[in-house]
Structures are given as C-alpha cells and as structure tokens.
C-alpha cells in the first residue's frame, strides 16, 4: 500500500505576491479575476520551516504572474529562506525593480539566491514596450549590469521574450556588446495559450496533444500568496479549481503534498485528464522522468 504522505513533488513553486510592473500582451495577468495581494511573513515562514522538513529542495520564488521584487517584503522572506541550508531558492525576475535597488539590497540577493533568471522582453526600447506596453527597457539592462557587479554570471539565466525569432548567434553577439561577457541564455518568440492571445496572430504555441497525463505537477506543486495549493501552476490562468488541494495556513505541508501525489496516482490509474482546457505547456510524465534538464535544474519548467 502506498503512504502517499511519504511523497512529493521534486520542487515547490511559492508565489509571493500576484503584482506585477508590466502589461505583456501574451500574459494572463490583467484578465485574472483574483484580487492582487502578497503573502504574508507568518506564511511563508510555515512553508520554509515545513518544506525543510520535508527534506526541502528547490524553491521557485518566481510568480504564476507577478514580479517577486513588487513584493514589500521580500528581503524579510529571502532571509527567512536562507536560514534552510536545505533550501535552495531561485527566481526569475525582470529586473527592473532591481536598477533602483542599493548595493547592499544587491548584495543580499546575490547571497540568497542559488540562480536567477531575468526575463529581457524585446532587445531595445521599441520592441520591449510593444511586447510589455511600458518603458522599461533600459531599466532591465541596468538592472542585470547592476546585479553582475555581486553576483556571478554562471548563475545567472537570460530569457529572451521576443516578437519574432531571433537567431542564437544575434543574441549571443547583443549580450556580449550590453554586458562585456557571455550568459546562458534562452529564447522565446511563441508563448503559451491561456485562452488570451488570439488564436490568429503568429505568437501563439499549438496546443498540445492529450496523449497522457501531464506530467508537470509531478515536478512541482504551486502555493499561491492566500496559502492556496495547486496541483499546476495554472489554476488560477484557467480559473480551474479542480487543481486545487487545500490552503496551507490551515494543513500541513506534508498533508497536501500527500493529497495531490494521491491525486495524480488515481488520475494515472483511471487514465483522467486534469482540467487543462487549452494549456500548451504540458509535457508527458515520461519525459519528466527522462528529461535531461529535470535532473539538472527542475525549476526550468516553471520559468527558473
Ligand atoms: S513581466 Fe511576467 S508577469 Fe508581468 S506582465 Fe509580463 S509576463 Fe506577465
Ligand atoms: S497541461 Fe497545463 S493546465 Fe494541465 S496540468 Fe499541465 S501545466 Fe497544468
């Protein structure tokens, strides 16, 4: 018999806050119907101290939709996590909150985070506010250059969100002439469909097959900033409560891990499909266990 309170997913994805500084026209967060809110220190400090005891992992501070660095409090909650050596946190931010930031707030994040991802949406001012509908590009460029004075590079992932495809060699050449070194980087000029990019324009990725289950909340689970946990980080871009497993302010950790592992155990058995509607960014349970990148950096499927 399984003890599905002894399992979980490899990684946990907390959303601190639901606020965001920009408008990207492919992003669900204007269209979500939940009021915008930040979680608070009494929370996050429950789910830190009960993750460690769950032998911790990853902890993807990246938003569902959001900026982390909105977030009035999140020097205190970085703070909180590194007191977990068991805990390795990461997030993916734009940046642009991170060019007014003192060296010292800069120094705290390079000592907090283990990666961080920056999202460069467009690579100049024009194409940044048409795809985000704010000026902010220059603010991104000084956030990263101010953020490589601290923390070192190899950590640190750029992901392009594009208008158009861009070749590797273009992107490789624009990071080397704006940063003086090279950076891991990846690129998008497609993105997900969550119902809001209309379905004829050239930015929209096809919908996936639904030859199995999805095998993403194998890999993680998502807290959202009212404490409520999602089997997928979509339940609130689809509006689908079905994924939901319960709020943490009132259950163990553990409790709701073993309740969403049940969840997909029995959804496996009977062969069920989640309420995914036309979610394009599923992929197959056996890829997840065979997925190079999976072993080497989970938090990948969930934008770092
Ligand atoms: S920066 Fe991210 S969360 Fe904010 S609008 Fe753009 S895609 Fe959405
Ligand atoms: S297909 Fe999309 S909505 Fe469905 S479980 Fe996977 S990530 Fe969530």
Partial sequence: ???????????????????????????????????????????????????????????????????????????????????????????????????SLSNTDILRISESFNKISISFYGLNEDEHKYITHKNFHSKAILGLKKLLNFYPSKNIEIGFRLADSISKDVLKLWIIEKFGEEINFHSNHLYNNWNYIPIETKFHISNQSKASLCGLPLISFRIYYDGKMSLCPCAYTFNSPSFLLGNVTDNQLSDLFGFGMQKIHNALLKNEFYDCKNCSIRIEVDEVCNEFKLKDYPPYYFGG
């Fill in 1 to 99: 018999m399984i003890t599905f309170n002894k399992i979980r997913p490899l990684m946990l994805s907390v959303e601190t806050t639901n606020q965001c500084n920009s408008e990207c026209f492919f992003c669900p967060i204007k269209k979500q119907k939940r009021a915008i809110g930040s979680m608070s220190y009494e929370l996050f400090a429950k789910i830190c101290q009960e993750y460690d005891k769950e032998q911790g992992g990853y902890l993807s501070l990246t938003p569902s939709v959001g900026e982390f660095f909105l977030d009035n409090l999140w020097r205190e909650r970085i703070e909180i996590a590194k007191q977990y050596k068991s805990i390795n946190t990461t997030v993916t931010t734009n940046a642009h909150v991170i060019s």
